[in-house]
Structure formats: C-alpha cells, structure tokens
C-alpha cells in the first residue's frame, strides 16, 4: 500500500512570508497528524484530526498557523508569517483509529524541511 | 501530565555486541509506548509497541523492548547490533483515555564495524 505523501520536501522562505505544506495519508485512515520537530528534539504535536474534526491543536501557534483537512482525507498545514523559528522538519502522520484512543500505530511521511531566512 | 525522557543523547556499541536504548515516562492511567526510528532524511518508522500484556514485545529487524511498570520503563535492545542499526531512536508515551503521543527527545546510536 502506498505510505503517508507530503509534498514539498524542502523550502526556502524569508522571515514575514507565507508558506503551506500538504499531506496525503494512507487511504482508509482516519486520523492525521502534523509534527514540527526541530533539530535535536523530537517530534512535537502541532494539530491532530479526526476525519475532517480537530481532536488535539493545543500546541499550534494558532496567530501564525492553520490547517485543514477538508473530506477527511489529505490536509494543508499553512504558516502566515514565517518566524525564524519556524525553521524545523514538518512531519505528517497518520494512523486507522476511529475513536479517542491513541494506541495505533502512526506511519510518518519523509516530512518538509523548512528552512526560514 | 504525560513525559517522555529518554537519557542518553548517543549510544555507541560494536556491531554484534548487545544493544540497550533507555526510555523512562510518566503517565497517569496505563500507558501505551511506542519505539520509532528515523534514519537520515526520511520520516520515522514503527519498530514497536506495548499496549497490554506481555511486558516483553517483539519488533521489527531484531528489537525488542522490556516493559517495567515499577520503574516506569521502556527500554529498547537487541541481542546482536549492526551497523545498519545507526539512527536515530524515538521511545514514545500515550494513555488509556488520552489521545496525545508524546515523543522523547530522541537518542542517537552508533554502531561501529
């Protein structure tokens, strides 16, 4: 079966400008991630759907960042203005739960490098 | 709260010498962890998980880990390394009744022929 797809896979911006990166899931699964890990850290959560519904964003910058998953199925995340901060690999996942639980396993795309100027 | 340490930035070992990646959390609740691994600019892949039952879990290419709930541990190993093992190691935490998966910082092993 196909893997998680995100496009672009690197970025050059500067500092003020706008940016959006899109996810493609493995078709069926309900759930999508977006991850921002930034150079020695893990990867931290920045907005979880469920089908087309948010089920976590506490941690998204929300005066900069948005996102959506129209149909429930591919999703954009989008960065307006960029930060030099927001310098980071910007990962999708995915996974098949249908519920609240949090037990699947989640399958990464290869991410977006981001580099902010 | 819900945390994820994972103490121990590198990891060097010889190839066919045992292998141990430390992984320690907090949770409230029964937790749900998770082993990844990222290999140079691609995105992480699942090696394993421990949800219920046995402590002890089977993974992916030769890892298993050991669940220990008195010292709240999730510990990585293999029997024998290889080099091809060198990545990056992700150990991650969520819970009954949560929906959040928290990440450890990660930890770096080397394996040298």
């Known amino acids: 079966e196909a893997g998680v797809a995100q496009s672009p896979r690197y970025k050059i911006i500067e500092k003020r400008q706008s940016v959006a990166f899109w996810c493609n899931p493995i078709?069926?699964?309900?759930?999508l991630y977006w991850y921002q890990q930034i150079l020695g850290q893990g990867p931290k959560l920045l907005i979880q759907?469920?089908?087309?519904?948010?089920?976590?964003d506490s941690q998204l910058p929300k005066d900069r960042f948005s996102a959506e998953r129209l149909k429930g199925v591919d999703s954009t995340l989008k960065i307006q203005p960029a930060k030099l901060e927001d310098s980071a690999v910007y990962l999708c996942?995915?996974?098949?739960?249908?519920?609240?639980?949090?037990?699947?396993?989640?399958?990464f795309g290869p991410g977006t490098r981001l580099l902010v100027l | 709260a819900q945390s994820v340490a994972q103490p121990e930035d590198q990891v060097n070992v010889a190839e066919g010498n045992p292998l141990t990646v430390k992984c320690t959390y907090s949770?409230?609740?029964?937790?749900?962890l998770f082993w990844y691994v990222q290999y140079p600019n691609r995105g992480l892949q699942f090696l394993l998980k421990?949800?219920?039952?046995?402590?002890l879990v089977k993974g992916s290419y030769g890892f298993e880990a050991e669940f220990n709930k008195s010292q709240t541990s999730f510990h990585l190993k293999k029997p024998s390394a290889l080099v091809s093992d060198s990545a990056l190691y992700f150990c991650a935490v969520s819970h009954t009744g949560g929906f959040k998966t928290i990440f450890g910082a990660g930890t770096r092993l080397f394996v040298k022929a």
């Open positions: 421990y949800i219920t039952g046995d402590n």
């Open positions: 759907f469920q089908n087309n519904g948010v089920v976590d």
């Open positions: 996942a995915s996974s098949s739960s249908r519920g609240r639980g949090s037990q699947e396993t989640q399958y």
């Open positions: 078709s069926g699964h309900a759930t």
């Open positions: 949770v409230s609740g029964n937790p749900y």
